[in-house]
């Protein structure tokens, strides 16, 4: 806690010359904010500063300088601000875990933050600072109140006036951290049930996300998680194609993964992963002295260049590679000398990007097409949406069949070689993404909003899941390049 | 889609014994003559209906080669059904079983339903192992016996649904502790409405989403 009694220490700091002359006046008083005078008794905050009292504080004092004086408050907002910049970066980090998986989502999450923050039913600022003069009252320690009450009123009124989901957490995260102990359990819940609010309410334009929220919940394996998204949505299928009889086109990410094998791809890619983990780990315990040092450092080795790999989300231009013969040779290039193909995921591109192509010109380039009929918006999500599983699941398979490879040849692969790899799958994604909503946009572009914009969050969604995916899929080869580096190793000290 | 139970599969024996064919006539009904080398696994699945419920199988067909045998048994474990497939027209695929039917045993659990398979029995001509070879060595070890031909399609749903009949009767009389997921063997979303009252229609064998 020591971030939180620093600020306290900024935001005392700044009132300290209050604190002095509130103190020796030992009056509770100050709600009358012309005459800070002992005799005016009349202030409504009274009633709530009665406890304090008993040790006579400031906090009295401090309430209606807030109110009366605009440009004080400013002032000191901005000083406690600055002390809780490390709690208004908390704050929004947790949106940002929240929303780990929506982070290239663009105006999507906008949407969502939009549509988060209206409806999170979290009690208003006044609402708040009422709660917490309430629980400011059980306190025995008025010094305590006194900063927190201001800083409270401070900061509630800015953010909110700001209007942002980041603000209001932030000016949470403040409260929690200025109302000493006893709040901090409240506040903790507060945000607790604004986290879990704020995903309720994007899970509840997206399905998929609740794979995303399962994951942070749950210890579970990846392929664990999946199979239970992939579950849930096959008993939601079951219960509308009972009830609904005419068939609407609906696009499961997690049955389609499961379709193109990507969960089996998964499920064994972890079993050779944490196999040779427990292989690595059981070498270690057999070593001791240099030789143990010197593993120890050569694996360390490996596992740098396994956590250092940035999969920034370079800017895509949608317009190129419109037949992903660009992405072909980008993977044909980066898979050289392994010896795996990658041709079923070329060849998943490639109808991917034709599906595009097919969905953008406007004249039927499709044989099937004998109408010019056009392309509903849902059709187009659920192109997105296949293709997306499809690509993911064919990655998924490709890091599989790497293993397995890199296993039983015992050749020296790279760290390297994979993390490029990686980056480019998940460049892909996210450029079949950008042309997937372009068209989506072109498609809906006489629908409502309501209708559309969901649609373009969930093939965003869905885009940023699938690169999380993969990129889990990617850390799972870690033992797995380790076990190999260990075995050749032997093998060279045999000879 | 959805299903009861789900069951996982192995599919192991003698390389070119025909163990990726008999998944493909198995999921596709299809039959390819010549076959990519099988590289550790690759997996199929498919819906069956036993007593009334839908059965998803989720089948492992692994490499044969004798160099991928250490990754292939990692994925044993966790297997409820086993086809130990060899070639009636050669004989030393025969005569390696006891080599497969151990390292199968020692890998998995104890329960697992193992399937001995003779493949291509289309290749009677050719035939160096009888039939009763393999039914006296299926006796000997427990195990359920059928000769298929994954080229004519004989017998080759009989020999995955009679494995998962078995595995089924296993459930019923409690054998397989169905909640531990090592056995192989997933139980299906919850319904709200049970699998009982699917229309009787689907009381054929309908192909899943079965893809190689």
């Known amino acids: 806690m020591s971030d939180s009694e620093a600020s306290r220490t900024a935001a005392e700091g700044s009132e300290a010359p209050e604190d002095q002359d509130a103190s020796p006046a030992g009056t509770p008083d100050g709600s009358s904010p012309t005459a800070p005078d002992n005799s005016t008794d009349v202030a409504p905050t009274r009633k709530a500063r009665r406890r304090p009292e008993a040790k006579p504080a400031a906090p009295v004092e401090d309430t209606p300088k807030v109110e009366e004086q605009p440009a004080k408050t400013l002032a000191e907002s901005t000083v406690s601000q600055g002390g809780w910049g490390y709690w208004g970066s908390w704050g929004k980090s947790i949106l940002s875990t929240a929303t780990a998986t929506v982070t290239t989502v663009g105006q999507g999450l906008t949407q969502v933050i939009e549509k988060a923050e209206t409806s999170l039913g979290i009690p208003s600022p006044t609402e708040l600072s009422a709660q917490v003069e309430e629980e400011e009252k059980e306190q025995d320690s008025p010094a305590g109140g006194d900063g927190s009450d201001e800083a409270v009123k401070a900061d509630v009124d800015g953010p909110s006036a700001v209007g942002s989901a980041m603000g209001m957490l932030s000016s949470l995260t403040s409260v929690v951290q200025n109302t000493g102990k006893t709040v901090i359990t409240g506040g903790l819940d507060a945000l607790e049930f604004i986290g879990k609010k704020t995903m309720d309410v994007i899970a509840e334009g997206d399905p998929g996300f609740k794979k995303t929220k399962g994951l942070m919940n749950r210890n579970a394996t990846l392929s664990q998680v999946l199979r239970e998204a992939k579950e849930r949505e096959e008993l939601q299928t079951a219960e509308t194609e009972s009830t609904d009889s005419e068939k609407k086109v609906v696009a499961h990410y997690g049955m389609l993964f499961d379709e193109f094998q990507g969960l089996s791809h998964l499920e064994a890619l972890e079993i050779l992963s944490r196999e040779s983990e427990s292989k690595v780990k059981s070498v270690l315990s057999t070593l001791s002295g240099d030789e143990l040092v010197r593993l120890r450092e050569e694996l360390d080795g490996i596992k740098d260049s396994f956590s250092l790999v940035e999969f920034d989300d370079e800017e895509v231009d949608e317009k190129k590679d419109e037949d992903g013969s660009e992405f072909e040779k980008e993977l044909t290039e980066a898979m050289e000398g392994l010896s795996v193909s990658p041709d079923k995921l070329s060849k998943a591109c490639k109808s991917a990007c034709s599906q595009i192509t097919g969905m953008t010109k406007p004249e039927p380039s499709d044989e099937e097409e004998d109408e010019t009929k056009e392309v509903s918006v849902e059709e187009v999500h659920a192109a997105a949406i296949r293709s997306l599983a499809e690509l993911t699941a064919r990655s998924i398979e490709l890091f599989h069949k790497l293993a397995e490879m890199i296993l039983f040849s015992n050749g020296s692969t790279e760290a390297s070689v994979l993390s490029q790899l990686t980056v480019i799958l998940c460049k892909e994604l996210s450029l079949l993404s950008k042309k997937f909503t372009s068209c989506l946009t072109t498609a809906g572009s006489n629908e409502k909003r309501d209708v559309l914009n969901p649609l373009i969050t969930g093939v965003f969604l869905e885009a940023s899941n699938s690169a999380s995916y993969i990129q889990d899929a990617f850390q799972l080869l870690m033992p797995i390049l380790e076990i190999s580096h260990i075995q050749r190793r032997a093998e060279s000290s045999e000879q | ?212």
């Open chain 2, 1 to 212: 889609m959805a299903y009861a139970y789900l069951f996982k599969y192995i599919i192991i024996g003698d390389t070119g014994v025909g163990k990726s064919c008999l998944l493909l006539q198995f999921t596709d009904k299809r039959f390819q003559p010549v076959h990519d080398l099988t590289i550790g696994v690759e997996f199929g699945a498919r819906m069956i209906t036993i007593d009334g419920k839908q059965i998803k199988l989720q089948i492992w067909d692994t490499a044969g080669q004798e160099s991928f045998r250490s990754i292939t048994r990692s994925y044993y474990r966790g297997a409820a059904g086993a086809l130990l497939v060899y070639d009636i027209t050669r004989r030393d695929t025969f005569n390696h079983l006891t080599t497969w039917l151990e390292d199968a045993r020692q890998h998995s659990n104890s329960n697992m339903v193992i399937m001995l398979i003779g493949n291509k029995s289309d290749l009677e001509s050719r035939r160096e192992v009888k039939k009763e070879e393999g039914e006296a060595f299926a006796r000997e070890h427990g195990l359920i016996f059928m000769e298929t031909s994954a080229k004519t399609a004989s017998n080759v749903e009989e020999a995955f649904i009679n494995t998962a009949k078995e595995i089924y009767e296993k459930i019923q009389e409690g054998v397989f502790d169905i909640n531990n997921e090592a056995n192989g063997i997933k139980i299906g979303p919850q319904h709200p409405t049970t699998n009982s009252t699917l229309p009787s229609s689907q009381g054929g064998h309908q192909a899943g989403g079965g893809c190689c």
